[in-house]
Structure formats: structure tokens, C-alpha cells
């Protein structure tokens, strides 16, 4: 097939056929069938919105079309398809054990799976049917389940989010990771959308799927089970307890997310070596999605139904060298509690699949590190975040509700008194507080500068109105667990594979689960073929 690397065409305009055998300079009955490999949009004139695509086509007499072709942005198509790894020589002796079954933890299983070492998969949390209802517990009656949570259970953190595929890694891994998503039931335009996104209610069902999947070829999944315990003899993983029950393994992938808190006390006590790493907190900034959309598309566009809901990305870097930026950002979504310990708040974003709420919300976070923690020990930026959630549970009245306040009295360093045109989304209830009694006066002034200059790029953004919720704590995780770069193994403990968001190697569902196929294919290298 043949690639065409950039073409424009104006969003009113439905036929992409005639723009293609334009610029192939054939007549239609040439070209046998086409397929959008990326589209994203050109906003950046407000008075006439694009659409620009990468487009594989299948022509007739293809090579007597290369042999003429003078236009550099029409190439021979590049294979993208994912090649799976080769085995090799031991003999493998027990299954490999995943901990976690979140992005990483599924797609190393999957892998591991298809390569016939039936891998058994330990997930402390709960099956995502459960898992909904364990969600809607805390939602509505203010019930938290510490081990089937927003953060924990099948699908992992991402499970309950706007479900976003975009990575700015390069890695054929990617289209794998895509293909299974659809094949699992995901819709077939994250194959090609600039910013893919599945939305929470079709995640929870590919989740599922994907399980399935890998329960047909061999693997074994069990829920509700959590690691207790790591046996390491002579710096080598020798075995797991999983709710004190003893496993032997040689391979132990540790998936388990940027939350589990308890694991990493665990694997600190146990000396594995772990280092902090600098991540970043804050609050979700939530605004009327017409107001993002008039400020993307502009009063000719900000209704047009081709374009749906608008997104934007915004980064600063203020005078005390904080830099401050928005992350997860969320159209037509809403604000969730998204706790996994007792008596702390803890907020994320989400969105369904149509993105069709009234609010669109982002967290704008300010990056932290050990001067803001006071400490080199390894546990410290987790010590922080657990620090700044107590402190919202508290300043929100002591009962989940969410400490609030519109961005007029947040930058006046004023208590906010009462609500104005943005109404929260967050579903539990809210409280009308001064979130610059929250944060350290860095980050709180880091976050205030941000806001403005931000406003400079993306209009209304410091919208007086506008409203922001604390705390956003779950960015990234607040520590590595390190390893080696050739063999992905613990550098201090052979056989323990750190992977995905937890281990601090990877920052959301594609690159987490990119992650993973790297470990399996490192898994899979060592063995023979069953």
C-alpha cells in the first residue's frame, strides 16, 4: 500500500476520496480502498477548521505509481504490526506470577498468555462488575472498600477514567495494544484519532474481555487476592504470599500501580532498592465544556457536531521553577472521589465515551520532589501525597466531601461563600473552603501563577467561576523501583520485574501497558516453547 503523509480537508466536507485521488493524481476507478491511519484537527485558524489525515490507499499498477511518484509526502507504507518475541533455551519450570491486573499486569499476562506460559495473575482488588458496585457504594453512601476502589480491581486505575490511549512513545507495541482494545469491543477510531479515548463505560466491558481472553489460552486470574509477602533468597525472588498463602515462582512481574501503598512499605522492608521520583500534585480545574470549546474552535465552530467535545493541554514554567501543568484532562466529564484509604480525599477525572456532561475538567498539578519532601527516604513522596489527602479529608468537613473554591477567590486568597455559573460534578458533595490553607505556600502560589499565564494561551481558563477541587495526588507514582535497562529485573533482586505506573516506568494506560509487553517479552526470551 501506499501512505499519504498529510492531507487537509475542510471539517464540513464528508469525501476523502476525491481529496485523495487529487493528490494521487489518479481517477477514482484506480483506487481500490483506503484506510485513515491518523486524524487529528487543525484548529489553529479559527475562521476555517481542518481535519488532517495520514491515509493508506491501495491503488492499481502500484509499483508503476511509485516509479512515477515525485510527491514526497505519498511513501510506500511502513510495517506496524507488532512481532512477537523470541523463546528461548531453559526450561521453565513455574508459571511466571503477575501482581496486578491494571494495564501493565494485562497486557504482560496477554502476551505471556499467547507465548503459551500461563501466567497466573493475583489482583487485590475486585472483578470490574463488583468493582462498579463497590464504586457506587462509596459514591453514594459514603462506604469505602479499600481493596475494590477507583485505584484498585480489574482494569486498574484507568478502568474508572476518560479511558486516554495516547503515549508520546513511538513503539510498535502501540497498534497491538490498540488492535486488542478493539478487538475486545473498543470503538474502531482509536486506531486513528490524534487523541484516542475509549470512556469508562466501554472500558469496563473491553476489561473484561481481555480476561477472558486470557483465561481461553492458559492463563489464571484470581481476584480479591492481595501479595502479603515476598520470599528472596540470595537476591533472587524465590516465592510469594498471596493472602498468606505460599507460591514458588522464578518470574514475578510487579504490576501493582501507582496506589499500592502497603506494597511498597513491603518491598522497602524487604530491600529492594527503591529511589523517590519527582511527581506532581494539585487540584482538578473544572468549566463549562461550551467555554473550552469557544476557546478551541471559536463562535463559527465551538457547535459543530464533527468536532465533539474540545480538549486542551497546558504547560508553565514559574518564576520559583515549579513547573505547573494539566494533566488528564477530561471533556464532558466529571470530577470523582477516588480514595483508597480511609478518612482522605482523593480526586481523578472521568469521562463516558460521548463525552457529552456539561463540565470539562483537567487537573492542574505543580511538580514536586524532595524539597518539597523534606526528606531522601525512599517513602517520602508517598508520605507527602498521604499528607495532603488527610489534609483535604479534614478541610472537607471530615466525611469525603471535597474541599472547593471558584479560581477568583483562589488567586484573592479568599474563602470562597458560595458557588457561582460552574456547579461541581463531583458526585459525593462538596464543601466551600480556601485551598491555599491545603498546600505549602510554594505549590499554592506555583499553581495561582500557572493559572494565570495559562489563561494567556487558552482563553477563560482563569475564569473567575470556575471551579477547583482538592487534592490531586495520583499523577504518577512517588517512587521507582529500580532495574536493570537490558534485563528489566530488579537491580538488586533477580527474577522481581518491576513494571508499568507503580514501578514509576510508565505514565498511563499505553504506556504502562507497553511496559508490560516489554517484561513479558524479557520473560519469554529466557524460555523453550511448551
Known amino acids: 500500500m501506499l501512505r499519504i503523509l ?3 480537508q ?7 476520496i476525491n481529496e485523495i485521488c487529487k493528490i494521487l493524481n489518479i481517477k477514482t476507478f484506480d483506487l481500490i480502498e483506503y484506510k485513515i491511519v491518523k486524524r487529528s484537527i487543525d484548529a489553529r485558524k479559527k475562521e476555517q477548521i481542518y481535519f488532517s489525515y495520514v491515509i493508506d490507499v491501495l491503488v492499481k499498477n502500484e509499483e508503476n505509481f511509485i516509479k512515477k511518484n515525485k510527491n514526497s509526502n505519498v511513501i510506500k507504507t511502513p510495517c506496524d504490526t507488532y512481532v512477537y518475541p523470541n523463546y528461548g533455551t531453559q526450561l521453565c519450570k513455574n ?3 503477575i501482581i496486578g491486573f491494571g ?3 494485562m497486557f504482560s499476562a496477554l502476551i505471556l498468555a499467547e507465548m503459551g506460559l500461563k501466567p497466573i495473575i493475583f489482583e487485590r482488588g475486585s472483578q470490574v462488575d463488583q468493582r462498579i458496585l463497590d464504586v457506587n457504594d462509596f459514591w453514594n453512601n459514603r462506604h469505602l472498600h479499600p481493596e475494590s476502589n477507583i485505584q484498585f480491581g480489574e482494569g486498574g486505575a484507568g478502568t474508572f477514567s476518560d479511558g486516554k490511549l495516547t503515549t508520546r512513545v513511538k513503539d510498535l507495541r502501540s497498534s497491538k495494544i490498540l488492535n486488542e482494545f ?10 486513528y484519532v490524534h487523541n484516542p479515548h475509549i470512556g469508562t463505560d466501554i472500558l469496563v466491558n473491553v476489561v473484561k474481555r481481555i480476561r477472558e481472553k486470557i483465561t481461553r489460552l492458559g492463563g489464571e486470574i484470581h481476584f480479591n487476592a492481595k501479595l502479603t509477602d515476598i520470599s528472596i533468597e540470595k537476591d533472587k525472588v524465590t516465592g510469594v504470599y498471596v493472602n498468606d498463602t505460599y507460591y514458588p515462582v522464578d518470574d514475578l512481574v510487579l504490576a501493582i500501580g501507582h496506589s499500592a501503598r502497603d506494597t511498597f512499605t513491603l518491598l522497602h522492608e524487604k530491600k529492594v532498592s527503591l529511589i523517590q521520583k519527582a511527581f506532581a500534585v494539585g487540584v482538578r480545574i473544572e468549566h463549562p465544556q461550551v467555554v473550552i470549546n469557544k476557546s478551541q474552535f471559536g463562535e463559527k465552530y465551538y457547535q459543530f457536531p464533527k468536532l465533539e467535545s474540545a480538549e486542551y493541554k497546558l504547560t508553565y514554567q514559574t518564576t520559583n521553577n515549579k513547573s505547573v501543568y494539566t494533566f488528564c484532562m477530561c471533556p464532558g466529564g466529571t470530577v470523582v472521589p477516588a480514595s483508597s484509604e480511609l478518612d482522605t480525599v482523593v480526586t481523578n477525572g472521568m469521562s463516558e465515551y460521548l463525552r457529552d456532561q456539561v463540565n470539562a475538567n483537567s487537573a492542574l498539578v505543580c511538580t514536586v520532589d524532595e524539597k518539597d519532601f523534606g526528606s531522601n527516604h525512599p517513602l517520602a513522596g508517598m508520605h507527602f501525597q498521604q499528607m ?3 489534609k483535604a479529608f479534614k478541610l472537607g468537613g471530615n466525611n ?6 471558584l479560581v477568583k477567590d483562589f488567586l484573592n486568597n479568599e474563602t470562597s461563600t458560595k458557588l457561582g455559573n460552574v456547579l461541581p460534578s463531583y458526585v459525593i458533595g462538596h464543601k466551600l473552603v480556601n485551598l491555599n490553607e491545603l498546600f505549602p505556600p510554594d505549590i499554592a502560589n506555583a499553581l495561582k501563577e500557572g493559572i494565570i499565564n495559562m489563561n494567556r494561551k487558552l482563553h477563560n481558563f482563569a475564569l473567575g467561576d470556575a471551579l477547583l477541587t482538592g487534592v490531586e495526588t495520583r499523577t504518577s507514582s512517588p517512587l ?4 536493570e535497562n537490558e534485563t528489566l529485573e530488579s537491580i538488586n533482586v533477580k527474577g522481581l520485574y518491576p513494571s508499568g505506573e507503580g514501578a514509576g516506568y510508565a505514565g498511563g494506560i499505553m504506556s504502562a501497558a507497553i511496559d508490560g509487553i516489554k517484561v513479558a517479552e524479557k520473560i519469554i526470551s529466557k524460555y523453550k516453547s511448551s
Open 400 to 405: 469525603y466531601d471535597a474541599p472547593i473554591q
Open 103 to 105: 494495564p501493565a499486569g
Open 388 to 390: 495532603l489527602e488527610s
Open 95 to 97: 508459571r511466571p506470577i
Open 6 to 8: 498529510e492531507l487537509k
Open 182 to 191: 478493539v478487538d475486545a469491543g473498543g470503538p474502531e477510531e482509536i486506531l
Open 480 to 483: 521507582r523501583i529500580v532495574r
Open 10 to 16: 475542510k471539517v464540513e466536507n464528508d469525501l476523502l
